[in-house]
């Protein structure tokens, strides 16, 4: 179980360092996130660092800079880090510097490549140490033959992020891995590693960017990282060591979370990013794992049945998946267990 741990003080003076998602946690495309902006400010003024993290590897750093200002933020560019940005430092630590690296991605990619002390090329022809495929829609079948061509004559493969699919205004639509598959399909060569979440590369990379060069990069026990998203943000942070802090501003809704297997579950859980600036609570559970409590919230469970005395209660929420993680360590179902409806809107 993780979701036990309680702070006397606020989460973001119990920790140093924010790695914070971006869409659904700050912003819904073009829109701000409610009580968002506000609440990063106040995590600042009490001495939070703030580091913005994202799969998106075509966007360039200062045009989300210059997003988040538009929401009232504080942000420099250096403090957005993407899959890009990551991709291009972890191709850095695998070949010399100069060395040539077939990019197959937009021209943020292509920079950071550049940026790294690396040579950028296009052609297989151009014999790269290493290939670096990211997504951007003007992606070709061309471009996909290069790298595939690359990789079958040894090239080290490696790619920004495995995202089967990304939500476009026309619907959903093919993302990074289903591009990817088609270079492995060709050459059966896998890629050596990913620099996008669930990977936590990207929290790895981000702490050392934020130290600047000038100091230690702050420690693990004290860096939060923070997202929408179980499968992405929280399983990243589970794999690398990182506490995690779920948002309900996003994909994520209460019975995923009360349903989450172990490598998906968050080490708190808050309606939206108000709950940054506040102390997280205790919770209790019972000898025989039929009742918790959190703050004046209880939850119970009795002949496969959960209950709650506030579905309107974050608290609530919070106690219930501790009944029903405990209830999965021991081996139950708890997919046939009937689970209550939560209203946890903003």
């Not at 579950?265 to 309606?271: A, E, G």
């Not at 506030?310 to 708890?334: E, F, K, M």
Request: with cysteine.
């Amino acid at each position: 179980m993780t979701l036990l741990k309680a702070t006397e003080a606020p989460l973001s003076q119990t920790y140093s360092l924010a790695l914070l998602d971006l869409d659904g946690v700050v912003y819904r495309g073009k829109d701000p996130v409610a009580f968002a902006s506000e609440s990063i400010r106040q995590a600042e003024h009490l001495g939070m660092t703030i580091e913005y993290t994202t799969n998106n590897s075509s966007r360039m750093q200062s045009v989300v800079a210059d997003q988040l200002r538009g929401f009232g933020l504080d942000v420099e560019p250096w403090q957005v880090i993407t899959s890009s940005v990551v991709a291009a430092r972890m191709v850095s630590k695998h070949v010399p510097q100069g060395a040539k690296v077939l990019v197959v991605g937009a021209e943020h990619l292509q920079d950071e490549v550049g940026k790294a002390g690396l040579t950028p090329v296009q052609y297989a022809s151009d014999h790269p140490t290493a290939v670096i495929q990211g997504w951007f829609p003007q992606m070709t079948w061309q471009m996909l033959a290069e790298a595939s061509f690359a990789v079958e004559n040894g090239a080290m493969y490696f790619v920004t992020n495995r995202d089967l699919t990304i939500p476009r205004e026309a619907g959903i639509a093919p993302g990074c891995g289903s591009m990817i598959q088609a270079v492995i399909n060709a050459t059966g060569v896998q890629p050596i590693a990913s620099a996008g979440k669930p990977e936590s590369a990207m929290y790895d990379e981000a702490r050392e960017l934020a130290a600047q060069g000038d100091t230690e990069p702050v420690c693990k026990a004290r860096s939060l990282a923070i997202g929408d998203r179980l499968d992405t943000d929280i399983e990243a942070g589970n794999r690398g060591g990182y506490d995690s802090l779920a948002v309900l501003t996003g994909v994520t809704n209460p019975t995923e979370l009360m349903c989450a297997p172990k490598h998906l579950r968050p080490t708190y859980i808050v309606r939206d990013l108000r709950g940054l600036n506040e102390a997280y609570p205790r919770i209790d559970v019972d000898e025989a794992g039929t009742r918790a409590t959190c703050a004046q919230a209880q939850a119970s469970l009795t002949h496969r049945r959960l209950t709650v005395n506030d579905p309107n209660d974050v608290n609530a929420l919070r106690a219930a998946c501790a009944l029903t993680w405990q209830a999965a360590d021991s081996g139950q179902d708890v997919a046939a267990f009937a689970l209550p409806e939560f209203s946890l809107g903003e």
